[in-house]
């Protein structure tokens, strides 16, 4: 008997170590390059390039190695294969020429699983039905009309926001803060946001602070690189636990502002705005309860990157001071000091033009790409790739490409009055393979390429173009002689996770004369008639 149960314990332990070792090496098999794929830094086995793919500012990292490989290089995050594309030519030749198959979303465990199941945020959702039916949506309501007939409270938010700054200059930060959200509840909602403090412009804030915060990759562990890590329990991975409250937090505010819209609607209260339009056309647009709610919350993205890009432009203007004076030279021609420049006068200011390009290309929000997903395998450049690679345009590394701009590290607006995409060899005006309809070459990346890309970028330039245009027309802009000078280095002076913006700064907004101050004090009385129509 003891004979029997030694002899089984022992064919046992012997089966054990079979699989453990049949394990072993599918994971070390995993950890490599499958074979034709892109080059990149030696991997370890198992975990491949995990070891070397920082949790935080991925992208500096991405420009290393594009300097060191290639316009294309190959990664394995443990038996993920990851592809990083390095140059606009590659990005537009496979997330633009090829979108078919280069469309789709990895799949996100935090993103689609605990924040956002059942395809119901169209940043997350996988190419498919789902995805498809929500880009419709979207698509109709930023149809240019649409986004035009917005201009009337955007140049009101703005002119709010100048006089903020003229009056509380030591809040600027949380002055542009508002009129990014308060935007979004206008364009979106059909209601105010007249002060960052008042409650709803708080809940928007903090539920998109806290979403996107969650999908920072060091939010978690690397579940989507390591599945079993998802079956960890509860109380162990508080990551599930802080997914929920942020579900909870947002399912209850998007649905809560949709009802206060739908409730003014019924009243014939009704104030034109992107809900109002899905809820007249919900039967026909193919979306579920949810997912309406949810296209709500989609927006609210926007007022991240917004801000983000004005601070940013901000801190250009204190660093880079004879852009500040060529661009007021343009705005005193054209607009002299009696009145504001307005969405009116944008197509007349092309310095500011390029001044807002340059701005996006020297800072942009989302600086390591948002990764698209290949769905089948594919050929490119010589190189083989999977079907199931997670694949990231590294906005970082295009626009920073010292072969397509002259020191791109500088902030110069002058390279896009020189050449329509900025490139320092001017290849854009020579060679009709470079025309942007033929080649799909795009001025900036910071929206994103193909079929995912950014369907708000108008909505935003005109935001972006406003502000920019009504800041630098009113205001001196400098360092905020009390403190320290404000840090520009993206390592140290810009956040981490899935938005890149600057952390807190001051600064002074010096009024350019009297007159340019009683200006700004009509134009904000002007703009109440325009907010009468958005309060509750």
């Given at each position: 008997?003891?004979?029997?149960l030694?002899?089984?314990?022992?064919?046992?332990?012997?089966?054990?170590?079979?699989v453990?070792?049949?394990?072993?090496?599918?994971?070390?098999?995993?950890?490599?390059?499958?074979?034709?794929?892109?080059?990149?830094?030696?991997?370890?086995?198992?975990?491949?390039?995990?070891?070397?793919?920082?949790?935080?500012k991925p992208?500096?990292?991405?420009?290393?190695?594009?300097?060191?490989?290639?316009?294309?290089?190959?990664?394995?995050l443990?038996?993920?294969?990851?592809?990083?594309?390095?140059?606009?030519?590659?990005?537009?030749?496979?997330?633009?020429?090829?979108?078919?198959?280069?469309?789709?979303?990895?799949d996100?465990y935090?993103?689609?699983?605990?924040?956002?199941?059942?395809?119901?945020?169209?940043?997350?959702?996988?190419?498919?039905?789902g995805?498809?039916?929500?880009?419709?949506?979207?698509?109709?309501?930023?149809?240019?009309?649409?986004?035009?007939?917005?201009?009337?409270?955007?140049?009101?938010?703005?002119?709010?926001?100048?006089?903020?700054?003229?009056?509380?200059?030591?809040?600027?930060?949380?002055h542009?803060?508002?009129?990014?959200?308060?935007?979004?509840?206008?364009?979106?909602?059909?209601?105010?946001?007249?002060?960052?403090?008042a409650?709803?412009?708080?809940?928007?804030?903090?539920?998109?602070?806290?979403?996107?915060?969650?999908?920072?990759?060091?939010?978690?562990p690397?579940?989507?690189?390591?599945?079993?890590?998802?079956?960890?329990?509860?109380?162990?991975?508080?990551?599930?636990?802080?997914?929920?409250?942020?579900?909870?937090?947002?399912?209850?505010?998007?649905?809560?502002?949709l009802?206060?819209?739908?409730?003014?609607?019924?009243?014939?209260?009704?104030?034109?705005?992107?809900?109002?339009?899905?809820l007249?056309?919900?039967?026909?647009?193919?979306?579920?309860?949810?997912?309406?709610?949810?296209?709500?919350?989609?927006?609210?993205?926007?007022?991240?990157t917004?801000?983000?890009?004005?601070?940013?432009?901000?801190?250009?203007?204190?660093?880079?001071?004879?852009?500040l004076?060529?661009?007021?030279?343009?705005?005193?021609?054209?607009?002299?000091?009696?009145?504001?420049?307005?969405?009116?006068?944008i197509?007349?200011?092309?310095?500011?033009?390029?001044?807002?390009?340059?701005?996006?290309?020297?800072?942009?929000?989302?600086?390591?790409?948002?990764?698209?997903?290949?769905?089948?395998?594919?050929?490119?450049?010589?190189?083989?790739?999977?079907?199931?690679?997670?694949?990231?345009?590294?906005?970082?590394?295009?626009?920073?490409?010292?072969?397509?701009?002259?020191?791109?590290?500088?902030?110069?607006?002058?390279?896009?009055?020189?050449?329509?995409f900025?490139s320092?060899?001017?290849?854009?005006?020579?060679?009709?393979?470079?025309?942007d309809?033929?080649?799909?070459?795009?001025?900036?990346?910071?929206?994103?390429?193909?079929?995912?890309?950014?369907?708000?970028?108008?909505?935003?330039?005109?935001?972006?173009?406003?502000?920019?245009?009504?800041?630098?027309?009113a205001f001196?802009?400098?360092?905020?002689?009390?403190?320290?000078?404000?840090?520009?280095?993206?390592?140290?002076?810009?956040?981490?996770?899935?938005?890149?913006?600057?952390?807190?700064?001051?600064?002074?907004?010096?009024?350019?004369?009297?007159?340019?101050?009683?200006?700004?004090?009509?134009?904000?009385?002007?703009?109440?008639?325009?907010?009468?129509?958005?309060?509750?």
């Open positions: 008997m003891d004979v029997s030694t002899s089984i314990a022992g064919k046992l332990v012997l089966a054990s170590l079979a453990l070792i049949l394990v072993l090496a599918r994971y070390a098999a995993a950890g490599r390059r499958p074979r034709g794929f892109p080059p990149g830094p030696p991997t370890l086995p198992v975990i491949g390039n995990i070891h070397q793919f920082p949790l935080k992208f500096i990292k991405f420009h290393e190695w594009g300097k060191q490989y290639g316009a294309v290089v190959g990664l394995k443990g038996p993920q294969n990851v592809v990083v594309l390095n140059t606009y030519k590659s990005v537009k030749d496979l997330f633009d020429k090829r979108g078919a198959i280069y469309s789709s979303r990895p996100s935090v993103g689609n699983k605990l924040l956002c199941p059942g395809d119901t945020h169209i940043l997350l959702a996988p190419y498919g039905q995805w498809r039916a929500l880009r419709r949506a979207v698509q109709a309501m930023l149809n240019a009309t649409a986004v035009d007939g917005l201009l009337p409270v955007q140049d009101a938010e703005a002119s709010q926001t100048l006089f903020e700054l003229m009056t509380t200059p030591e809040r600027a930060f949380t542009i803060r508002r009129y990014s959200i308060a935007l979004i509840l206008a364009s979106v909602f059909g209601q105010r946001g007249a002060s960052f403090e409650p709803k412009v708080q809940a928007l804030y903090h539920a998109q602070e806290r979403f996107t915060g969650m999908l920072a990759p060091e939010a978690s690397p579940v989507d690189i390591f599945p079993f890590l998802r079956y960890i329990p509860g109380f162990l991975a508080p990551h599930k636990r802080w997914a929920a409250e942020v579900r909870r937090e947002q399912r209850t505010l998007y649905a809560s502002l009802n206060e819209t739908m409730a003014r609607a019924r009243k014939q209260d009704r104030v034109p705005c992107f809900m109002d339009k899905l007249e056309v919900k039967e026909k647009s193919g979306l579920d309860a949810q997912q309406i709610v949810y296209t709500g919350g989609f927006w609210c993205a926007g007022s991240d917004t801000s983000a890009t004005l601070h940013s432009f901000v801190l250009a203007m204190i660093k880079y001071p004879e852009v004076r060529r661009a007021q030279k343009e705005l005193d021609h054209v607009c002299g000091s009696s009145r504001s420049p307005s969405s009116k006068d197509k007349n200011l092309p310095y500011l033009q390029a001044v807002m390009t340059e701005t996006l290309r020297w800072r942009p929000v989302t600086p390591n790409g948002v990764p698209h997903m290949l769905i089948q395998d594919d050929t490119y450049d010589g190189y083989f790739l999977p079907k199931g690679t997670m694949v990231f345009a590294s906005t970082w590394s295009i626009h920073q490409d010292m072969s397509e701009y002259d020191r791109p590290e500088e902030f110069i607006p002058e390279r896009f009055l020189h050449d329509k900025g320092k060899d001017r290849r854009s005006k020579a060679s009709p393979d470079d025309d309809d033929q080649s799909h070459r795009r001025v900036t990346y910071a929206f994103g390429a193909g079929r995912r890309m950014c369907h708000g970028q108008r909505l935003a330039e005109n935001s972006l173009m406003i502000n920019m245009s009504k800041m630098a027309w001196d802009i400098s360092a905020d002689p009390a403190t320290a000078p404000p840090d520009l280095n993206v390592e140290t002076g810009y956040s981490d996770g899935f938005v890149m913006g600057p952390h807190p700064f001051s600064a002074s907004f010096a009024i350019r004369s009297r007159e340019h101050g009683e200006t700004v004090r009509r134009e904000y009385e002007e703009a109440k008639l325009v907010f009468q129509r958005y309060e509750d």
